[in-house]
């Protein structure tokens, strides 16, 4: 059987095995190191029509969320994903059908799997049963695995971990064996020798892998889906139940009833069958797998932490005078300007008196490379976690066009869909964390970039002016950068700089 018959024939309808000729739409290369997306929405439904590049599935990758198109003209046969799933760049999210070719082979009356076992036809293959059931534990092969049946699967059910009792012959109604009593089935259950957990069947390299991701083993899990197969749906479930692959030793405290040695509890049985004193236990933690973005950003973060010999310095800045140009600036033009453009703007003229900041290490080279274009990345907090958008070449643009990309920049971060061009070439990052209530940080170096420049929020604080005591708002600068890359005298000067900017803003048109 074809690859693309075999996922045709898995769209999860119950039916059997379809004879079309739809093709598959692979996920493609995502890029940069990328491997897998999440599935965030399917823009068409099965049965649709659809035309070539018509968009059909939104995905969101470590980097953005993006929106692909369809390879394929024709009628939606079948989707091999839900939304929330993780799809990993070469399995099948959907089959398209030519328009007018048959659809499947049972299509009436309600014709069950069976169907065909009745009809005389013969049960369906292996592989078909495989795929099938893979569809509906919301997950597709990756292209080039197998589907075949494991070897020596019971069809009988069975429930897992327990021990299953050898055949022999049927005992008449009229010999039945009385039922024997608690304390001898306690003695004959610790006379029987342990027995090993049989494993469980699983078919999908992404269902192992997703488990072996999270320190499980999927052949040990107990299975929902047909014949016993380990779905993901089973793997996501342990996971979340704590459930461990391994026998754990009973504990030392407390009363603990008889169970198994090859059952495999969940956290939540292993709490409830041990008691202290007669109460219960409940375990009340919860775990949460580091995937995606968040994965993406501790990655870097913790590179960034081993690399870089950072060093920190502050000043606290009187921006009593930016606050004043702000409101004058708007009243002369009748345009809005946010504070963040402004220093934006300050921040730019520092990288050019200064460009030893506007650069970044080249560790396999061991070089520092100054850039000759100023791309400022901003640090944003975003619904899919902590990203740096960066406008591009800021050093070329009007305080009116720099005001406009800062503001389309941050209206962008209520979603988070940056495209991959947004999200890379950063140069220098400015994080402004004053808008969270904080006064200040210490930053973590954005890689591969030497510097960042974290703005604390505005606030009213004694101040001497003159030699006069007053109130004056004032707002805190912290600047972290890379001691590789330069010593302590070109940061001070050029925190110096932009702190001279923020207090007295016409100081700025000599630069400009």
């Not at 018959?5 to 996920?27: D, E, M, P, Q, Y």
């Not at 994903?81 to 993780?86: E, L, P």
């Not at 140069?427 to 209530?437: E, I, P, Q």
């Not at 970039?449 to 109130?471: C, F, H, N, Q, S």
Request: with cysteine; net charge negative; charged share 20%.
């Amino acid at each position: 059987m074809s690859a693309e018959t075999s996922v045709s024939g898995a769209a999860g309808t119950g039916n059997s095995a379809r004879t079309t000729n739809a093709r598959n739409f692979i996920l493609p290369d995502l890029g940069e190191g990328l491997t897998e997306a999440e599935l965030i929405s399917w823009l068409v439904n099965v049965g649709d029509e659809v035309h070539v590049d018509q968009m059909v599935v939104e995905v969101e990758s470590a980097k953005s969320v993006v929106e692909l198109p369809s390879p394929f003209a024709g009628r939606i046969e079948a989707l091999h994903a839900n939304a929330g799933d993780t799809v990993s760049a070469g399995q099948a999210l959907l089959s398209v059908a030519e328009v007018g070719a048959g659809s499947s082979a049972n299509t009436d009356s309600g014709a069950g799997p069976s169907a065909d076992v009745d009809s005389g036809a013969g049960p369906v293959s292996s592989e078909t049963s495989v795929s099938a059931a893979e569809t509906n534990s919301g997950g597709a092969n990756l292209i080039g695995y197998g589907t075949s049946e494991p070897k020596a699967r019971s069809t009988k059910q069975r429930s897992f971990g327990a021990k299953q009792p050898s055949p022999g012959p049927t005992t008449p109604p009229s010999a039945v064996t009385p039922p024997a009593s608690d304390s001898e089935s306690a003695v004959n259950a610790a006379a029987e020798p342990p027995v090993e957990a049989p494993a469980s069947p699983v078919s999908s390299p992404i269902v192992r892998k997703l488990a072996k991701d999270n320190g499980l083993s999927a052949k040990h899990l107990r299975g929902t889906g047909p014949g016993g197969i380990v779905t993901r749906a089973d793997v996501l479930k342990a996971i979340e139940s704590g459930t461990k692959t391994s026998p754990e030793p009973a504990p030392t405290t407390g009363t603990t009833a008889s169970v198994p040695n090859n059952v495999t509890l969940t956290s939540a049985d292993r709490d409830s069958t041990t008691t202290s004193a007669g109460e219960e236990s409940t375990s009340r933690d919860t775990r949460t797998p580091i995937t995606g973005l968040r994965k993406v950003v501790s990655e870097r973060l913790s590179k960034s932490r081993q690399e870089i010999p950072e060093a920190t310095i502050w000043l606290d800045v009187d921006a009593t005078e930016l606050l004043n140009t702000k409101r004058a600036l708007e009243a002369r033009t009748g345009e809005k300007y946010s504070l963040l453009s402004l220093v934006s703007r300050f921040v730019v003229a520092g990288l050019k008196k200064f460009p030893i900041i506007n650069s970044s290490i080249d560790t396999e080279a061991n070089e520092i490379v100054t850039h000759g274009d100023i791309n400022l990345g901003l640090a944003a907090q975003t619904p899919r976690g902590l990203m740096v958008p960066v406008v591009h070449r800021a050093d070329q643009m009007s305080l009116r066009k720099l005001r406009d990309s800062v503001s389309e920049t941050v209206g962008k971060a209520s979603t988070g869909k940056f495209n991959t061009a947004e999200l890379t070439g950063g140069t220098f990052t400015l994080n402004n964390y004053g808008v969270f209530g904080v006064d200040g940080s210490a930053p973590i170096i954005n890689l591969p970039e030497v510097a960042m420049l974290g703005l604390g929020r505005i606030k009213d604080r004694p101040w001497v002016v003159d030699g006069e005591l007053t109130v004056r708002k004032v707002m805190f600068l912290s600047f972290v950068f890379d001691h590789r890359a330069c010593d302590g005298a070109e940061p001070s000067q050029f925190l110096t700089f932009v702190a001279d900017c923020i207090e007295n803003p016409i100081s700025l048109l000599p630069e400009l």
